[in-house]
C-alpha cells in the first residue's frame, strides 16, 4: 500500500513590475425633475469633485509621490524617470515631470514654512552647503544649498536654496534666531552670530580632518593632536552609550573633557612656534586656534554636539542629485529642489516611507485648515500610524 505523500514548502521571490491605472471619476448631475416639466429652473447640482492635488491635473497623488520619491529620495534624474515610465507603458516627459514637482512643492510650501518656524523655535540648529550649480547664459552658476538641522523637539530637516554663498542667504534664514548653531568655519556665520546673539559652535571633526590630511608631513605633532581629539569623541561615545541627558553630559565633559581641552591648547601654542608659518600642520593648528571659541562651546552646553557630521551626511543627498541630474533651471527649479528635498529627509530622519507619507499628503494637504496643518509634520503623521 503507498504510503501518505508528504508536502515539500520552498519559497521564491518575485517581483512584479509597477503600473500605471487610469481611474475615471463619474459625478453625477441631480436635478428636480418636477421643475423640469414645468420648465422652470431645474436646480442642477453636482456631486463632490474627487481630490485633485493639481486643479485640473491628470496625476494623482500616487504617481506625483512616486515621482517626489524617486528623485529627492533615490536620486534620480527626470530622463532616467521617462525610459521607466515609457517601459511601464505611459510616456511622461521630462518637462512635465519638472512642472509636476513644482506644483508639489507649491503644495507643500506652508508644511515646509511651518517647519522653518519649528526649527527657528528650537535650542540648536545644526547648519553646512555645498555647491548647486543653477544655469546660467553660457555656463552654470555656483549657487549654493543650504541645510538646516532642528533639535530632538523640533526634528526637521530643511533645505535653504540660494543663488550665492553671501552671507546673505544664511543671515535671512536665521533672522530673529538668538540661540545655538553648530556650523563649518564660514566666515559669513561670525558676523550673523555676532549681530543676532547667536552661539557659534564649532565641529572637532572638521578640526580632526585638518592634522590626519596634513599627517605625514608632521607625524609626531599630529599624532599627538589626533590622540588628545579622539579622548573627546571617546568621551562622548560613552556619554551617548550610557544615555545621559544634556545636564549628565554637562557634567561629564567638566570633569574629563575640559582638562584634555585646555592641554591640548597648550600643546598646539608650542608645537606651532616649531614650524614654519606655512607648514600644513602648522595651518592645521591655526585652524584649531583660530576656531577656539565655536570649538569649546559644547564644554558650556549639554545639547551642543562636538562635531557636524550630521549636517554633513544630509548634504551628500544633495551632492548625488548634482551628480546625476548636474544643476537646477533657475531659482525656482532651486527653491522647488529645497522643499522636496526637506520632505524626503525629514521622512528618512523619522524612519518613514516617502511614497506613503506623500500619498497621503497631497490628498489631504490641500483640503487642510491651516489650524490643522501641524498633523502633517513628518513626526507627527508618523506617531498615530506607529505600528500599524
Known sequence: MPSKPGRLFSWQIEYIPGFFQRIEHVRLKYACPHCERNAANPNIELADKPVQPIDKGMAGPGLLAYLVTSKYADYLPLYRLENIFARSGFEIDRVTQCLWCRDVAQIAMPLYERMIQRVLAGHVIHTDDTVMPMLAPGKTKQARMWVYLGDEANPYNLFDFTPNRSRDGPAQFLKGYTQVIVADAYGGYDGICLEGGITQAGCWAHARRKFVDARDLAPKIADAALVSIGKLFTIEQRAKEQNLGPADRLQLR??????????????????????????????????????????????????????????????????????????????????????LSSLTSSCRRHGIDPQVYLTQLLANLPATPISQLDQWLPDQWKAPTAGV
Open 254 to 339: 567638566q570633569s574629563q573633557s575640559q582638562a584634555i581641552v585646555a592641554q591640548l591648547r597648550d600643546g598646539l601654542i608650542a608645537w606651532k612656534q616649531t614650524l614654519l608659518p606655512k607648514h600644513p600642520v602648522a595651518q592645521a593648528i591655526g585652524y584649531v586656534l583660530n576656531q577656539w571659541k565655536p570649538l569649546t562651546a559644547f564644554l558650556g552646553d549639554g545639547t551642543v554636539a562636538i562635531h557636524n557630521n550630521i549636517a554633513e551626511q544630509e548634504m551628500k543627498r544633495i551632492a548625488l542629485n548634482r551628480k546625476n541630474s548636474l544643476f537646477v533651471g533657475n531659482e525656482r527649479g532651486g527653491q522647488t529642489a529645497a522643499i
